[in-house]
């Protein structure tokens, strides 16, 4: 897997967009950056994902930079629900296709 | 998206006891599941791969033995900690992987989890 780096912690007023931010510099072409959170005693949820292009869904954005060395997640209009810790990865692909190795990812506090 | 439940969701046993946690896809066929263990304010350490129809793979320091990994099939798979003693009490979470064709997709859906007490 490529190494992530993210801010340990953030805050983010309810209704405002929350963007995290995530250093992946030594991400190689073929692997994808996921996003993945996880709210207090609860398993992992799925945000988002992407390669080189900007995605969009109905929890968030993903905006990657044209060199892939980082990218944010954005949440447009964060809730009290939003507050979780929020996992970026760049899994690896051949025999370790598919494997996640989650670091200790941002912890995000909505407040209202 | 595909729902993942996880059984039981809380579980106390006593030290030397067995106890088997269930992981079942429940709107898709998932070939491939995976096993995570997740201790206090630590985040999240694969255990196991577990393939449909054949041995899981472990992670290394994992032990075979003592975490038996059975995924007979395509829905179902199960997680046993034999032996159990009070440091295997952690949070322990299952996930499945995206059916063809979004396996390339690579996304996994996670179980709500299972916290072991060993007393």
């Known amino acids: 897997d490529a190494k992530t780096t993210q801010p340990p912690s953030m805050d983010c007023a309810e209704g405002r967009a929350a963007n995290l931010p995530c250093n992946h510099s030594?991400?190689?072409?073929?692997?994808?950056v996921y996003w993945y959170r996880q709210i207090h005693s609860q398993g992992p949820q799925y945000i988002i994902h992407?390669?080189?292009n900007n995605e969009t869904n109905e929890m968030a954005s993903l905006i990657i930079t044209e060199d892939r060395k980082s990218s944010t997640l954005i949440l447009p209009h964060a809730t009290l629900r939003d507050t979780a810790v929020y996992y970026c990865?760049?899994?690896?692909?051949?025999?370790?296709?598919?494997?996640?190795?989650f670091g200790q990812g941002t912890i995000l506090t909505v407040h209202p | 998206g595909a729902v993942v439940s996880q059984h039981p969701s809380w579980v106390i046993c006593k030290s030397g006891t067995s106890v088997k946690i269930e992981c079942r896809s429940l709107?898709?066929?998932?070939?491939?599941m995976f096993w995570y263990r997740q201790f206090p304010k630590q985040s999240l350490m694969l255990m196991a791969t577990?393939?449909?129809?054949?041995?899981?793979?472990?992670e290394q320091g994992v032990e075979k033995d003592k975490f038996l990994i059975n995924h007979a099939s395509l829905t179902l798979s199960t997680l046993t900690v034999t032996s159990a003693h009070p440091e295997d009490s952690s949070f322990y979470i299952c996930?499945?992987?995206?059916?063809?064709?979004?396996?390339?997709?690579?996304?996994?859906?996670f179980g709500a989890g299972t916290r072991l007490s060993v007393l």
């Open positions: 990865i760049a899994p690896a692909g051949g025999t370790s296709y598919g494997k996640l190795t």
């Open positions: 996930s499945a992987r995206e059916p063809p064709p979004g396996i390339l997709k690579n996304i996994q859906y």
């Open positions: 992407g390669l080189k």
């Open positions: 577990s393939n449909e129809g054949s041995k899981a793979t472990y």
């Open positions: 030594t991400i190689s072409g073929n692997e994808y």
């Open positions: 709107d898709f066929q998932a070939t491939t």
